[in-house]
């Protein structure tokens, strides 16, 4: 009964942690380039009562022992890079990565962040940045003369300026791969950062060498799906209903030992 009460809590406890994960997920529905997360769970260790195997008579064992568990964990929470729909905004400076990659940003502390987030607008000096002023890498600059600004599936960035026929190229969006993404670090403000789970990102062109084409006017949305999270929730409170009535009856069990005379 006390091990039926410690499974049953860790049970409650996982369920906590995959409400919270899909209370958060449903939380950046409209969030741009936010990526939802799963819960992964795997059981704890076993308490053998009889191995497998073991010998019964000459000659004979057991074909399968008793083996009891002692509850679950979570085992890791991870990103799921799924594409998710494009918006258009009709904005030239939005931008939406069709395909694997991510725009790079370069941090107050000069490091560099890496997000889905394309949304950019341009600072006091003319400089691509982020809703946060944080700059995109490498460095755009438009001029204060540029009537219309064009970003092109490749990452080129074009401008008409006043008083010229020839657009003039502003420079070149590179965009990021890594070999493990789910091992970003998620570091808010749409952001993730470099770990040595993920690998070291590997720069590159978009639509070159496999890296996704650029879609300028347009932003990623999340990749959440609303009925799919919900049933999940639903699905997470149910599992911790019935892990609350095994506390309460194994708490019936003792109770009732404790009144034998």
Do not use: C, W
């Amino acid at each position: 009964m006390l091990r039926a009460l410690h499974s049953a809590a860790t049970g409650m406890e996982a369920q906590q942690n995959y409400i919270d994960v899909t209370s958060n997920n449903l939380a950046n529905v409209n969030t741009t380039g936010f990526k939802k997360v799963r819960a992964n769970f795997q059981d704890l260790i076993y308490q053998v009562h009889r191995a497998p195997g073991l010998a019964t008579s000459a000659g004979t064992e057991a074909p399968s022992g008793i083996q009891v568990g002692i509850g679950v964990k979570t085992a890791s929470t991870q990103k799921e890079f799924s594409i998710g729909s494009l918006k258009h905004t009709n904005n030239p400076l939005d931008v939406a990565i069709e395909g694997d990659g991510f725009l790079q940003i370069t941090m107050p502390d000069g490091t560099i962040g890496y997000t889905r987030d394309g949304a950019f607008h341009t600072d006091e000096n003319g400089s691509l940045v982020n809703a946060n002023g944080f700059l995109l890498e490498p460095n755009i600059v438009v001029p204060n003369e540029a009537i219309f600004v064009s970003i092109g599936e490749d990452g080129t960035v074009t401008a008409q300026l006043d008083a010229q026929a020839e657009p003039v190229q502003l420079g070149q969006i590179q965009t990021a791969t890594f070999i493990n993404p789910a091992g970003l670090i998620a570091d808010g403000g749409n952001l993730f950062l470099e770990s040595g789970s993920s690998g070291p990102p590997v720069v590159g062109n978009p639509s070159e060498n496999g890296f996704g084409v650029l879609r300028s006017g347009f932003l990623e949305m999340a990749n959440v799906k609303v009925v799919e999270e919900m049933i999940n929730l639903i699905s997470a409170q149910r599992a911790f209903e019935f892990n609350s009535k095994a506390v309460q009856a194994s708490d019936q069990m003792l109770r009732e030992l404790g009144q034998l005379r």
